[in-house]
């Protein structure tokens, strides 16, 4: 109900008032058309709220009454028995958590599946624990190519990103994109109206002088005044390059996504050990500003690159800026060829006189090294028209990325960050990784049964053999164990004892005595007490 709501007020209403106003023109106070009437009344504009309105009929008369239908008529019994139309019908939260639990269990098989394979050998017998050691050191480079563009868009089209991977993409993410696709078809309309707008009004101004009698004005007006051709080649060559960025930025968004939420699995970006981690901790309602941030960014990308581009052409056209611009067009052509000799004599004296750190001939090295200095005293224009160019054309790329820092953690000033967009839209990956991880998930679902079932699930001698069975199949993972035995006992300041080896840990994990800090975190549960005692 608050969806139709939010659908008809933003959507049904805006379109009744613009129909009303269309019916009412001219507005004008002498009954002329103004400058709305004209912008309203433009066939692009007309194309613009059609297809914004069966956006959101579509919206209003399919999806959402499927939802309806979903959550009132039918119980998930009754969708498993009406088949096709049961499964049409099933939310899509039910569908994902079905996903999700599919990848923990896909995800726990290939663990135990590896362990497996480690202590056997190729004639599938059983290997010793020291040979199990070396082939885990050995094996420790194997690596599963992920990520990417391709990688992403590949496995998303086949579901294989949840059902295999067990990433999650949330709602919020899914809503910007596609409010992303929106904008990008508006902002290329409004600029193609604007185009031809703006090349017609010239033509115009232009007839108008010409039609004048011979004077100083008219000769300045000419002299001045683009032409319509102008216009529409440098405008046309903006967009095109504004139409390109917003497609790469809308196409890259979720496989950056994915890539952050992988690399934050795997470790190699980090959570808990992240010094910046207590700040996503304490504000994750920030997460709620991405949507905003998205679209806007968007629009702000494409139109900074219609300007550059539109405007380096535009100069080029214009006959008043085209010599100044063809003989900078010279200077920059002969300075980039004497930069590309320079690059090919530095590789080559590098390659022929250096190893590393250090000079294989001193006399040849002092010489070249002295030479290229020099020479690069003259050269410093090109760094710097290079460096411009450069932290221009970026700029105007990360402002449409809000998914990635732009900006390193050490650019501020008196402690204020200069883009905090970034870190809003990690913590919104944080938020829904941490609900929606694969083993998070399935450890959930454990403590949820011990909670239902009492002492009769996960009784404390499963919950024994278990840890004898993880740490016989998977004896690496007592690393894990001792570093976070040795992280507790330096905060506490304990002086608890750390087993030196496999067999004393294995005693450890059967001695009943053990206390609550030397459990070990990695396996899936283990309680003395009914938790709902606390």
């Not at 009132?72 to 099933?90: A, C, K, P, S, Y």
């Not at 102008?230 to 890259?252: C, H």
């Not at 160019?389 to 050490?410: E, N, Y």
Request: charged share 20%.
């Amino acid at each position: 109900l608050i969806s139709s709501c939010a659908v008809v007020l933003f959507s049904i209403v805006p379109y009744i008032l613009i129909a009303d106003y269309k019916d009412h023109i001219p507005h004008g106070e002498y009954g002329e058309h103004t400058d709305l009437d004209q912008l309203v009344d433009t066939k692009w504009i007309s194309i613009a709220i059609n297809i914004f309105l069966a956006f959101s009929l579509f919206i209003l008369l399919g999806i959402i009454p499927k939802h309806l239908i979903s959550n009132i008529t039918f119980d998930h019994d009754e969708r498993q028995r009406r088949g096709l139309v049961g499964n049409w019908l099933m939310s899509d939260d039910v569908k994902r958590s079905a996903g999700t639990k599919v990848a923990a269990t896909r995800k726990i098989n290939t663990i135990i599946q590896n362990a497996s394979e480690l202590h056997s050998d190729d004639e599938h017998e059983v290997v010793g624990f020291d040979n199990a050691m070396k082939r885990f050191v050995m094996h420790t480079d194997r690596l599963e190519d992920a990520g990417g563009i391709i990688w992403t868009w590949k496995h998303c089209f086949r579901s294989g990103l949840l059902r295999e991977h067990g990433v999650w993409i949330h709602n919020r993410l899914i809503v910007g994109q596609v409010t992303q696709v929106m904008v990008y078809i508006f902002v290329i309309t409004v600029l193609i109206y604007d185009t031809e707008l703006v090349a017609n009004e010239a033509d115009t101004t232009i007839a108008h002088f010409v039609a004048e009698e011979p004077g100083k004005l008219r000769s300045l007006a000419l002299l001045y005044a683009p032409s319509g051709w102008m216009i529409r080649r440098s405008f046309y060559t903006g967009i095109g390059f504004a139409a390109g960025i917003g497609a790469v930025i809308i196409m890259i968004y979720l496989p950056s996504t994915v890539c952050t939420i992988l690399k934050l699995r795997a470790g190699l970006l980090p959570s808990m050990y992240d010094e910046n981690f207590a700040k996503y901790r304490y504000s994750a309602d920030t997460a709620c500003y991405n949507i905003g941030n998205m679209v806007f960014g968007l629009a702000g990308s494409q139109f900074l690159f219609f300007l550059f581009f539109g405007g380096l052409v535009f100069l080029f056209l214009w006959p008043i800026t085209k010599t100044r611009m063809m003989n900078f067009l010279a200077w920059f052509t002969a300075l980039m060829l004497t930069i590309l000799l320079k690059f090919a004599l530095t590789r080559i004296f590098r390659k022929k006189f250096y190893t590393s750190f250090y000079r294989q001939h001193p006399r040849a090295a002092n010489f070249s090294a002295l030479a290229l200095e020099c020479w690069h005293i003259g050269l410093g224009g090109g760094v710097l028209v290079g460096r411009l160019t450069q932290f221009l054309l970026a700029s105007a790329f990360w402002i449409g990325r809000v998914d990635v820092s732009f900006l390193c953690d050490d650019v501020h000033a008196f402690g204020y960050r200069f883009d905090t967009a970034p870190t809003n839209y990690r913590k919104d990956i944080l938020v829904h990784d941490a609900h929606r991880h694969p083993l998070i998930d399935r450890l959930g679902t454990m403590y949820l049964m011990r909670v239902k079932h009492g002492s009769r699930f996960c009784t404390n001698a499963g919950c024994a053999w278990r840890r004898v069975f993880v740490q016989a199949l998977m004896p690496w993972l007592l690393k894990y164990r001792r570093q976070s035995e040795i992280s507790s006992n330096n905060e506490r300041n304990s002086s608890s004892s750390i087993p030196a080896s496999v067999e004393e840990a294995m005693e450890e994990l059967m001695d009943p005595s053990l206390s609550s800090t030397n459990k070990d975190p990695t396996l899936v549960l283990c309680v003395e007490d009914d938790p709902r005692d606390e």
